[in-house]
């Protein structure tokens, strides 16, 4: 089902929920700390929710501090959040207020220091510059604006003696800073169908923290049947028209029972798909395994509710944790941690090799080597069972630069970048340039755990993309920052992240998969904030950025992330020590994709 949305023609890329505090280390081998992220993404407790305050709890009498609150107001629950916000505006105007885009919220962000001037007794005129970061609607997506101007919103706060203050009059639009979204909502994926039926994608929604578990299990399903994001619609399998939920989804001891008013569902193939699908979903917002038994235009369906069947189907899911290196002494050969598998068998291929990728199944090998005639592309096949080998050279000219492909799963085709130029290669070696949606300089290549999403470096930019499984690019949104990206790498089903250089220093952000932006760290060393130059160019050299798979419930930041400067691997540990140190004798090391 396609679902008709606003979207705001504005500036950003979205909310970062969770904002690393990058910083850098020094030329020596001596490892540095980087603060810790924030692992936001765990269910909270509803029970000790502290809503945003109304305007008589504002503390901060302030009119710019006013003016914050009120822009925070419109968190939560619908019903709560409009009366809050109305009683921010002064008595005379606010029974008439209605927001004019219903209760969708256009999330802003902040753009340098708001400004106060007094304009006469009692009232003070503030005004914010903001810049859009989308509209977060009523099926919890937030819609991506283009990348644009900013907006000065002006407001009159009033105040007569003691009283709290007031605004003399509301904005049309039903605000909210982009912070909201990190202290009352939580980012959560719904799932869905690629065309092809073979993997789950997850579709990221924002759930209020102000609601309780039962009341959560039955917004989950009612996200999941409005239908995926604008995003996702060519690459994923849509609800049926007119699928919706006859009663609350409640949970109980023995699981939970889904009611859904709609006839396609009568076929049972389509609802066993179903029930994959909320049992992801449930499971994403529960934290926990949930058995469900399914009812349909008021008739049970017999399917299977309660078995492990359904765990396959996310990309995420069992990962293989296979680790594969280039040593510095290995003369360009890939080796497989404790292992020999046949895709690295062939010595004709696997030598002086620059970078490599190999699939999930370790059935497929994208190999660029360097030897006397320049840089060349190769695919490896192979066959598991009985070892043997085939490989063909892609054709990719005189290329000088090529990025590490990416396999995509469940599919025979990688996406690699030859000379700044989007490229997806077929198992056969059939080579088809891409169009990127307008970036251009593409430099690194990151495919999702479900292989229908992708994260680009261009330029020194950061790009999130949907792709089809002959690896075609669709929908593509640049991630807004304020720092020259180097490196991007999916540390979890739902997140990015991002290191990037600033003047004088090294970041490390996570974003999530709808191109959120947010809240900027400050990058130290224990030594104080400025960290050596030299490691701020060598950053800016950073050829390739890897981690760890981690699973569905690995909520937050990944636990180890390699990166590529020249011919050193460091080591990056964001969740636990939080240490950047290079690794002695590789050159080179990557996880299947």
């Known amino acids: 089902m396609t679902r008709t949305r606003r979207y705001l023609a504005a500036v950003a890329a979205g909310l970062v929920v969770v904002a690393l505090a990058g910083c850098g280390v020094t030329a020596t081998d001596e490892p540095r700390r980087i603060d810790d992220g924030l692992d936001v993404a765990a269910l909270p407790d509803t029970s000790t929710y502290v809503p945003p305050p109304g305007p008589d709890e504002v503390r901060d009498r302030d009119p710019v501090g006013f003016v914050m609150a009120y822009l925070n107001a419109a968190a939560g629950t619908d019903n709560q959040a409009i009366d809050r916000v109305r009683r921010f505006v002064d008595s005379a105007e606010s029974d008439a207020w209605q927001p004019a885009k219903g209760d969708a919220r256009k999330v802003v962000r902040v753009v340098g220091t708001p400004t106060r001037e007094s304009v006469r007794e009692g009232v003070t005129q503030v005004k914010v510059t903001v810049e859009a970061v989308g509209l977060l609607d009523s099926a919890g997506e937030l819609g991506a604006p283009q990348i644009g101007a900013k907006e000065v919103l002006t407001f009159e706060v009033t105040r007569v003696g003691n009283q709290s203050p007031r605004l003399s009059k509301a904005p049309s639009d039903l605000l909210l800073l982009d912070r909201a979204l990190h202290d009352h909502y939580e980012a959560l994926p719904v799932y869905y169908w690629d065309k092809s039926d073979k993997v789950l994608v997850p579709d990221l929604r924002y759930f209020s923290r102000a609601e309780n578990r039962e009341r959560r299990t039955t917004t989950a399903v009612e996200y999941l049947l409005a239908g995926p994001s604008l995003g996702l619609q060519q690459v994923v399998r849509g609800i049926p028209d007119g699928a919706k939920l006859n009663n609350l989804v409640v949970p109980q001891d023995s699981g939970v029972m889904v009611d859904i008013a709609d006839a396609a569902y009568t076929d049972e193939q ?12 449930l499971r994403g917002v529960t934290g926990e395994e949930t058995s469900l038994a399914l009812r349909v235009e008021g008739s049970p369906r017999q399917i299977d509710g309660t078995s492990d069947a359904y765990l396959k189907a996310n990309g995420s899911y069992q990962q293989p944790n296979q680790r594969f290196t280039i040593g510095s002494a290995a003369k360009g050969k890939v080796v497989a941690d404790g292992a020999k598998l046949p895709v690295l068998s062939d010595p004709q291929v696997n030598r002086d090799v ?3 990728a190999v699939n999930r199944d370790f059935s497929l090998g994208a190999f660029v080597r360097r030897d006397a005639g320049g840089l060349s592309l190769w695919v490896v096949r ?3 069972t009985t070892g043997s080998t085939t490989r063909v050279r892609v054709n990719v000219g005189d290329a000088t630069a090529i990025s590490r492909p990416a396999w995509l799963y469940q599919t025979d085709s990688a996406l690699v970048a030859v000379d700044g130029v989007l490229h997806a290669v077929k198992s056969d070696g059939q080579l088809r340039q891409l169009s990127a ?3 251009t300089g593409v430099t690194q290549v990151a495919a999702a755990p479900d292989g229908r999403r992708v994260a680009l470096i261009a330029s020194g930019k ?5 792709v089809t499984a002959d690896g075609s690019i669709v929908s593509v949104r640049q991630v807004k920052t304020s720092f020259t990206a180097t490196g ?6 739902t997140q990015i992240l991002v290191m990037g250089t600033m003047p004088n220093r090294v970041v490390a952000w996570i974003f999530n998969a709808d191109g959120a932006d947010g809240i900027e760290g400050t990058a130290t060393t224990d030594q104080g904030p400025k960290i050596d130059a030299l490691q701020a160019l060598a950053l800016q050299g950073m050829t390739d950025l890897t981690a760890v798979p981690t699973t569905p419930e690995d909520k937050g930041v990944v636990n180890a992330v390699y990166a590529r400067v020249g011919d050193k691997v460091y080591n990056y540990y964001p969740r636990s020590s939080g240490l950047v140190s290079p690794i002695e004798g590789e050159t080179l090391v990557f996880y299947p994709n």
């Open 488 to 493: 991007v790498v999916w540390s979890s089903q």
């Open 462 to 466: 950061v790009y999130v993309a949907s």
């Open 270 to 281: 389509e609802a066993q798909k179903l029930v994959t699908q909320l049992r992801w979903t």
């Open 354 to 356: 620059v970078t490599a």
């Open 382 to 384: 192979a066959n598991n």
């Open 437 to 439: 949606g307008g970036a």
